[in-house]
């Protein structure tokens, strides 16, 4: 069983930062995570990308958070960071991190995508 869990969401004022964090783990598997994702959906809205990351360390970024937005990645622990910067109101949304994995154990390889639970982004005055 693989799980990502986020970690990092709040509330913040306009202009402010928060850094979210989301990290892999499988009870029992051996892991080797390719893309990683963060996610966004506002209320009413459709989930969309923020920002991926391959495993070599390329980075994407949807145009509303170039400059502000970075991802991150620590292949040894299995993590993905995403700094949020000049935060405005409009970032306000849960955020989604998103993996593809290939989780081998008993040398049976299984490979697919997982997404976590979603953490809560505010930014309000």
């Known amino acids: 069983q693989v799980q990502l869990v986020e970690s990092g969401g709040g509330l913040v004022q306009p202009g402010g930062s928060l850094r979210l964090s989301c990290a892999a783990s499988?009870?029992?598997?051996?892991?080797?995570?390719?893309?990683m994702t963060w996610y966004r959906q506002a209320p009413g809205k459709q989930r969309e990308m923020v920002a991926s990351?391959?495993?070599?360390?390329?980075?994407n970024y949807v145009d509303s958070v170039k400059g502000r937005f970075t991802i991150s990645r620590d292949n040894a622990k299995n993590i993905m960071g995403l700094q949020m910067d000049s935060l405005k109101p409009e970032d306000t949304a849960v955020y989604y991190c998103?993996?593809?994995?290939?989780?081998?154990?008993?040398?049976?390889?299984?490979?697919?995508?997982?997404w976590g639970q979603g953490t809560s982004v505010t930014v309000s005055s």
């Open positions: 990351i391959t495993r070599g360390g390329s980075t």
């Open positions: 998103n993996a593809e994995v290939e989780a081998t154990r008993d040398s049976a390889s299984y490979y697919a995508g997982y």
């Open positions: 499988g009870s029992g598997f051996s892991l080797m995570i390719y893309g």
